[in-house]
């Protein structure tokens, strides 16, 4: 059974930073995909960032030069260094990480991020 979980979250300035981490552990084949996912409060879930095996990186319009995604296989541990917090990155964000054989994609249960302004 693969669980996955993220750090806590917190409450922060905006022009702060801040670093996620989400652990995936219990499987027993690789971790393809790790994804970071947020949702605001009455807006949709939006991906911020994706980081594949190979270190392929991809990032959501809205945090691309603030946000940087990466991930430390060893430890089956992915994270998010967020800076320039702006009031709109508030959301609970939550990771999710692909398992191709079989195919499944596992969540964590959300950590808020709260930027004040």
């Known amino acids: 059974q693969v669980q996955v979980g993220e750090s806590v979250g917190g409450l922060v300035q905006a022009g702060g930073s801040l670093r996620l981490s989400c652990t995936a552990s219990g499987s027993s084949t690789p971790i393809d995909v790790m994804h970071w996912y947020r949702q605001a409060p009455g807006k949709q879930r939006e991906l911020v960032a994706s980081?594949?095996?190979?270190?392929?990186?991809n990032y959501g319009d809205s945090v691309k030069g603030r946000f940087t995604i990466s991930r430390d296989d060893a430890k089956n541990t992915m994270y998010l260094q967020m800076n320039n917090l702006q009031s709109e990155d508030t959301a609970v964000y939550y990771c999710a990480a692909v398992v191709l054989s079989p195919f499944d994609v596992h969540w964590g249960q959300g950590t808020q991020v709260t930027v004040s302004s």
């Open positions: 980081i594949s095996s190979a270190g392929t990186t």
